[in-house]
């Protein structure tokens, strides 16, 4: 999976198009949650199902339509989060992304590169795998809280997030 920093940073980026900085550092939150099932010991279960996600959202973000759209775009804000954090895992192992109307899904993309006497090539190469889903409790679920890739996406993330301070700054 990407490491809990990845999906918290990416998480900030997303909200922080939608809301202040402030409020985007605490929405980002919502990028961790499918993970909770770790603590249960069953990593990638329904937490990470789309359409569980679609049938407890659709009615909630209807409510708060219903009620006000004042808050419409930050509950489709939040929404789009969660999702992300479901997108990027199916590109680190099978992920029930669709449970339970397909088995779990692996997309892995590489690009191959390389320089020969007679030229550069380059080898694309998307594959999808499918496996059952399996939900069973392990006795242990362990995982990367922070990795190379996360800490340089948190600090992109903070490059970015310090710009825009900056710039807001100086425009005022």
């Not at 929404?79 to 895992?89: A, P, R, S």
Request: charged share 15%; glycine share 6%; hydrophobic share 55%.
């Amino acid at each position: 999976m990407p490491d809990l920093l990845a999906h918290y940073a990416s998480s900030v980026l997303v909200a922080r198009v939608r809301v202040d900085t402030r409020i985007a550092l605490l929405i980002g939150l919502v990028g961790l949650i499918p993970d909770i099932d770790a603590l249960l010991r069953i990593h990638r279960w329904i937490t990470h199902s789309l359409v569980l996600v679609a049938l407890i959202a659709t009615p909630l973000v209807i409510l708060v339509y219903w009620r006000g759209r004042r808050y419409f775009g930050l509950a489709l804000t939040i929404l789009l989060i969660y999702t992300l954090h479901l997108l990027l895992d199916i590109f680190t192992g099978p992920t029930p992304i669709l449970y339970p109307l397909a088995d779990s899904i692996w997309v892995r993309i590489q690009v191959n590169g390389a320089s020969t006497a007679t030229g550069i090539t380059v080898t694309p190469s998307i594959t999808v795998a499918t496996v059952k889903p399996d939900f069973t409790r392990r006795e242990t679920v362990e995982g990367p809280l922070v990795t190379e890739t996360g800490a340089i996406i948190a600090a992109v993330t903070a490059v970015i997030l310090l710009l825009d301070y900056f710039i807001k700054a100086k425009n005022q």
